[in-house]
Nanobody
């Protein structure tokens, strides 16, 4: 397991942009599958995006969000553009020390490390 710390959340108007960061501890960051999940008030936590050698996204964010990583900095990012009020949620980063096929990378139970979350609020 690794320790994960998210940052970059905040309040933004609809149509605006934010970039979230997830800093990870450990010396084998490049071998990890990293993911972003979010949980809106009153809803279950849902998959947003994941990255290992390749990337994949939830349909709801495809084309608006971009996941990336900088292995030299042990950091993953989520660039969020064209934000909508329905993107309002607490965003969590997650990690597991192996590649995951998209069918598994979309599942919370595939990950064994989680950050504390960062709030993103999109006003209309």
């Amino acid at each position: 397991q690794v320790q994960l710390v998210e940052s970059g959340g905040g309040l933004v108007q609809a149509g605006g942009s934010l970039r979230l960061s997830c800093a990870a501890s450990g010396r084998t960051f490049s071998t990890y599958t990293m993911g972003w999940f979010r949980q809106a008030p009153g809803k279950e936590r849902e998959f947003v995006a994941a990255i290992h050698w390749f990337t994949y996204y939830a349909d709801s964010v495809q084309g608006r969000f971009t996941i990336s990583r900088d292995n030299a900095k042990n950091t993953m990012y989520l660039q969020m553009n064209s934000l909508k009020p329905e993107d309002t949620a607490v965003y969590y980063c997650a990690a597991v020390g192996r590649p995951l096929a998209p069918s598994l990378g979309r599942l919370q139970r595939s990950y064994d490390s989680w950050g504390q979350g960062t709030q993103v609020t999109v006003s209309s």
